[in-house]
């Protein structure tokens, strides 16, 4: 098999648009449906899901705290909207930091969740995003784990990076299945 694979110069917002293009070709190709996607404020999603009304979308966001106090991240006013479309909107514990980053924090050193995440960055920012918060929606049980979908991802604001990918749970994260890169950004 032969696909292409589109790289960006640069990490972030700016590839938002064109990503989803992307997406949205991939996935009338291979007939996926579902998509998680990463997205603190809900933007990125509601652009998704004006794109591609057909999909089933999960939205993913920053759990509570993740810039500090009890504050959520996610625009009130896209949250709205995401609920009105009934597109859910998971807020949780990220997978591959979670307990192991208080952990470091405190007692500094880092754990093997961490070193997992680092590795992935190693592809890129919105790749560890991708793995991540396709655990994190099976966990939720949002998305199959038999079933490929698309993960979207990306680096601060806006997306960057797609994979195509076979979900598993945390307990059994190895299983997990990167099929396609759609695109990412060059590191």
């Known amino acids: 098999m032969e696909k292409k694979i589109e790289y960006f110069e640069n990490p972030g917002i700016e590839n938002t648009d064109r990503l989803i293009e992307l997406v949205k070709k991939r996935a009338a190709e291979l007939g996926i449906k579902t998509m998680v996607v990463a997205s603190v404020s809900g933007e990125s999603s509601l652009k998704l899901a004006n794109a591609i ?4 979308i999960i939205s993913i966001t920053h759990h509570a705290g993740f810039r500090g106090g ?3 991240e996610l625009n009130p006013e896209y949250q709205e909207v995401l609920e009105k479309r009934g597109i859910p909107v998971y807020v949780g514990t990220h997978a591959l930091s979670g307990v192991g980053r208080g952990i470091s ?6 754990t093997p969740v961490e070193i997992i995440a680092e590795t992935l960055r190693m592809f890129s920012q919105g790749v560890k995003v991708c793995v991540e918060i396709s655990i994190m929606a099976a966990d939720a049980g949002l998305i199959p784990t038999d ?6 991802g990306g680096t601060a604001r806006g997306v ?6 076979k979900s598993a749970h945390m307990s059994n994260f190895f299983e997990l299945r990167v099929r396609e890169i759609i695109a990412m950004p060059r590191p």
């Open 53 to 56: 009304p057909d999909a089933k």
């Open 70 to 72: 009890d504050e959520l």
């Open 105 to 110: 924090n405190k007692f500094g050193g880092v």
């Open 147 to 152: 079933e490929e979908v698309i993960a979207i």
């Open 160 to 165: 960057d990076s797609a994979l195509v990918l």
